[in-house]
């Protein structure tokens, strides 16, 4: 199987099949391209009987994903139009696994930070590293969050926890993820893989058609929240992309320093 960007690929053992964030050297941060390239690999091991169970993870020891690839973020998320192409092409990718009609697991190891959060809250399962650090930093970047981020973290950790995540952008460790509900199980990082990999095994010994009824039900009772008229949120976060504060957040970004937001 070969994916259409060499900074995410995809591969089975077994059952199981693992998509994985393959660049390492900026933290697994996710460009464009790997989000496009996200849904094609998802829909191959969907259609494929083989495939019980999928695993996202990310290459090496220091990140899960680190976000988005801010660097980027002058050239395709410049304008609210921009945003908007660029917002589609993320759910997209995010729906390929929150909408896959078998079960999926994020292994995380190290930073899961932003969009990497989002992916994680997108699947079904979350394992975590003892090193693992979990954070939603768009209010220290001055970007609009996409209210479809929020609806999904909101179903794991609740309204009360959630509005914490956000409106501070601080930073939680693997045990406080534990305590709020976020991830599943914490383990030592030198046993991730190994007891991902036992975790999907067990659950790909249960019936196919089973574990499809089930995650079709839990996405039937989510339909509610996730259609519901968001028109007035959305122009709020549009009113973001065209801010002063959205400039001065990637300026101070690249810049390696706190920002100066004037709400203007």
Known sequence: MKPSSERIRAYKTGAIGWVEFNDPQKHNAISMDMAQAIPDLVKNFEVDEEIRVIVLRGNGDRAFAAGSNISSFEAVRKSPSDNREYHAISERAYDAFYLC??????????????????????????????????????????????????IRLNRIVGESKGREIFFTARRYGAQQALQMGLVHEVMPAEELVERTAAYAENISLNAPLTLQAIKKSYLCLEQTARHTDMAAAQALIDVCFDSGDYKEGRLAFAEKRAPVFKGK
């Open 101 to 150: 009609a078998k079960p999926t697991i994020a292994m995380i190891n190290g930073y899961c930070i932003g969009g990497g959060l989002d992916f994680a809250a997108s699947c079904d399962i979350r394992l975590c590293s003892d090193s693992a650090v979990f954070a939603i930093p768009a209010g220290r970047l001055g970007v609009g969050y996409g209210y479809e981020g929020i």
